[in-house]
Structure formats: structure tokens, C-alpha cells
């Protein structure tokens, strides 16, 4: 079993910037992509950005030059990085991780707890 714990939210003014953190904790081979997803009210789940287990990022077209995906592999843990943030961003943030164990070729994905950011002046 993986447990995710994220980090980092909060209410932040329009322009600024946030950082989130999730660090996954267990007994597992290895972690592949990681990842953070939002949801905001009335909207679909959208993805915000990945990033492989080599570091090679992606993000969605509308954080792109804003907010930067980054992990550190000997932590265990996915960071966000978000700049110049907007008033659209809010949502509640969730970190995803792809998972494999030793006992099987089946990779296993996990969700953190969520984090509210909220962007309001």
C-alpha cells in the first residue's frame, strides 16, 4: 500500500505563487510518472502537468511558462511550482503517482488527498 501526503496550499493573491509538495511513502519497487491534476467547481478533473521517471515534464497549455513540475526521486516526492498565479487556478490540487511492485509487471496508480488553492484578492 502507497500513502501520498500532499502539502502546500492556501489562499494566495493573484500574481503570486504557491508551492506543492507530495511525497508518496510504502513498500514499492518504484515510482514511474508522477503527476498533478485540479479540480475546480463545475468543472471536469483537468490535468495540470507530469513529469517521467527521467524528469522530462508536460504541461497543459495554460500553465505552460507559469508553473514548473519537478521530483526528487531519493525523496519520493513531486513538487509544483506555481507562478503568476490567476484567479482560474483555484481548484483543489491532487498529485497522482504510477506505482510498481516487485511481485508484479502491473504498474498501479494512486491519488493524493488534495489541496485547496484558492487565488483571490
Known amino acids: 500500500q502507497v500513502h501520498l501526503v500532499e502539502s502546500g496550499g492556501g489562499l494566495v493573491q493573484p500574481g503570486g505563487s504557491l508551492r506543492l509538495s507530495c511525497a508518496a511513502s510504502?513498500?514499492?519497487?518504484?515510482?514511474?510518472?508522477m503527476g498533478w491534476y485540479r479540480h475546480a467547481p463545475g468543472k471536469e478533473r483537468e490535468l495540470v502537468a507530469t513529469i517521467t521517471s527521467g524528469g522530462s515534464p508536460n504541461y497543459t497549455d495554460s500553465v505552460k511558462g507559469r508553473f514548473t513540475i519537478s521530483r526528487d526521486n531519493a525523496k519520493n516526492t513531486v513538487y509544483l511550482q506555481m507562478n503568476s498565479l490567476k484567479s482560474e487556478d483555484t481548484a483543489v490540487y491532487y498529485c497522482?503517482?504510477?506505482?510498481?511492485?516487485?511481485?508484479?509487471?502491473?504498474?498501479?496508480?494512486?491519488w493524493g488527498q488534495g489541496t485547496q488553492v484558492t487565488v483571490s484578492s
Open positions: 497522482n503517482v504510477d506505482i510498481t511492485y516487485w511481485f508484479t509487471p502491473r504498474a498501479y496508480e494512486y
Open positions: 510504502g513498500s514499492f519497487r518504484s515510482i514511474n510518472a
